[in-house]
């Protein structure tokens, strides 16, 4: 089975940087996203690492440690538009032969002035 | 471009009553996916698709759900007859296989998803 942790919730104030991080215990593991999902809308594809190590994207990184089935998403200089839920999910691959993402329940962070 | 598009956007519906929710998945991806999501549970997977042939359907939650993909470009989530338990939000989602450095990515995109409440 797949299990995935991540904070319930996160605040910040504006310009900070804040780390949300992920732990997993799964099988087939074959990769790690990280999706935005603002409050009444869908999820939005923000990260993936597949091997181990940081990957940066503008404000945003993501790093992986697939020893200690940890990773973490870094953003920096936050904007009030950053409020919203982060999900956590990690692909691996069934039975089937397919892969599938089985998502965390998401860290809401909140972005204060 | 045209993102993966969903309908209804809302419904709202009595227990014991027919549900139909409608997907387009982007224009050339070959898998497709439908999800429900509520607070308690977060966004759980229920059944996938691969080039229109059903793969896993092992988290339907009940008979009462089934789902088809007649061609490559729709595919419908029923509930029949609806609880007011199965009221959440239900997501379509689809991919490609795509390739990064060597390494393939399968990257989810979402639709808009439809809010379901049974009264």
């Known amino acids: 089975g797949q299990n995935i942790d991540q904070p319930t919730e996160m605040t910040a104030t504006e310009g900070a940087i804040v780390q949300i991080n992920c732990t997993y215990q799964?099988?087939?593991?074959?990769?790690l996203f990280w999706y935005q999902q603002h409050a009444g809308e869908a999820p939005t594809f923000l990260s993936y690492?597949?091997?181990?190590g940081l990957e940066e994207k503008g404000r945003f990184s993501s790093f992986l440690s697939r020893s200690k089935g940890y990773s973490y998403l870094l953003l920096k200089e936050l904007q009030m538009k950053d409020s919203a839920s982060y999900l956590c999910?990690?692909?691996?691959?069934?039975?089937?032969?397919?892969?599938?993402?089985?998502f965390g329940k998401g860290t809401m962070l909140l972005v204060s002035p | 471009d045209a993102g993966v598009i969903q309908s209804p956007r809302h419904e709202v519906t009595e227990m014991g009553q027919e549900v139909t929710l409608r997907c387009k998945p982007i224009s050339g991806h070959n898998s497709l996916f439908w999800y429900r999501q509520t607070m308690m549970r977060g966004l759980e997977l229920l059944i996938y698709?691969?080039?229109?042939?059903?793969?896993?359907d092992s988290g339907m939650p009940e008979d009462r759900f089934s789902a088809k993909m007649p061609n490559a470009s729709f595919s419908t989530l029923k509930i029949q007859p609806s609880e007011p338990r199965d009221s959440a939000v239900y997501f379509c989602?689809?991919?490609?296989?795509?390739?990064?450095?060597?390494?393939?990515?399968?990257?989810?995109?979402f639709g808009p998803g439809t809010r379901l409440t049974v009264l």
């Open positions: 690492n597949v091997l181990d």
């Open positions: 799964t099988s087939g593991f074959n990769g």
């Open positions: 989602a689809s991919s490609f296989p795509g390739l990064a450095g060597g390494i393939s990515t399968d990257t989810q995109y």
């Open positions: 698709f691969n080039n229109n042939v059903p793969i896993d």
């Open positions: 999910a990690v692909r691996s691959f069934g039975n089937s032969g397919y892969s599938t993402l089985t």
